[in-house]
Nanobody, 125 residues
């Protein structure tokens, strides 16, 4: 089982950029699909972006397409989410999660069984 720890959240003005990172340990990181999810106060958790285990397939929610970029560095056991043109509605706790490569469908929230503790991203207007 891989353990995940997010970092890089913070406060940014609308239109700004932020990169959040998620470091993995305790498992074979490169065997996992990785996803970023977010949850805003009073709202359900939603999928934001995902990348498959080999890094050659990605998924983005419509709300972030063209603004966010997910990437991974298996040598560093780290997945990144570069967020540009941030909007106040992007404010949320951002979580990374891992799904073993034996499960298909990186865009499906099912079988993401390993989660980080989350990092707060706040976008001011």
């Amino acid at each position: 089982q891989v353990q995940l720890v997010e970092s890089g959240g913070g406060l940014v003005q609308a239109g700004g950029s932020l990169r959040v990172s998620c470091a993995g340990s305790g498992g074979t990181f490169r065997f996992y699909h990785l996803g970023w999810f977010r949850q805003a106060p009073g709202k359900e958790r939603e999928s934001v972006a995902a990348i498959n285990w080999s890094g050659d397939s990605t998924y983005y929610a419509d709300s972030v397409k063209g603004r966010f970029t997910i990437s991974r560095d298996n040598a560093k056991n780290t997945v990144y989410l570069q967020m540009n043109s941030l909007k106040p509605e992007d404010t949320a706790v951002y979580y990374c999660a891992a799904k073993h490569r034996t499960y298909s469908g990186i865009d499906s929230p099912t079988n993401y069984n390993n989660w980080g503790q989350g990092t707060q991203v706040t976008v001011s207007s």
